[in-house]
Nanobody, 120 residues
Framework: QVHVVESGGGLVQPGGSLRLSCTAS????????MGWYRQAPGKERDLVAA???????NYADSVNGRFTISRDYAKNTVYLQMNSLKPEDTAVYYC??????????????WGQGTQVTVSS
């Protein structure tokens, strides 16, 4: 079994910063990619940022320049440093990972989500 758990959300004022963490655990052979998605009320779940196993990052245009994604490969952990937060960043943030659990099998996993609220 593989579990993906994220943390670090909370309430922050506009212009503030938060750092989200996500750790995968269980029967992991390797992790192909890890990333962050977010979903606001009444909206679709959209990609925020992701990194491949080769370390190549990509960002949504709305967060590019403000957010930074990074991985700690030894800890099976991905971070999302969020700076210059805006009210429109308010959403539930979900960790996602493509994880190899066997030589022939790669599965996709979601974390439970962590709430980020940007408000005065």
């Amino acid at each position: 079994q593989v579990h993906v758990v994220e943390s670090g959300g909370g309430l922050v004022q506009p212009g503030g910063s938060l750092r989200l963490s996500c750790t995968a655990s269980g029967n992991i052979v390797s992790i192909n990619s890890m990333g962050w998605y977010r979903q606001a009320p009444g909206k679709e779940r959209d990609l925020v940022a992701a990194v491949t196993s080769r370390g190549s990052p990509n960002y949504a245009d709305s967060v590019n320049g403000r957010f930074t994604i990074s991985r700690d490969y030894a800890k099976n952990t991905v971070y999302l440093q969020m700076n210059s937060l805006k009210p429109e960043d308010t959403a539930v943030y979900y960790c996602n990972a493509d994880i190899r659990v066997d030589w022939y099998k790669v599965n996709n996993y979601w974390g439970q989500g962590t709430q980020v609220t940007v408000s005065s």
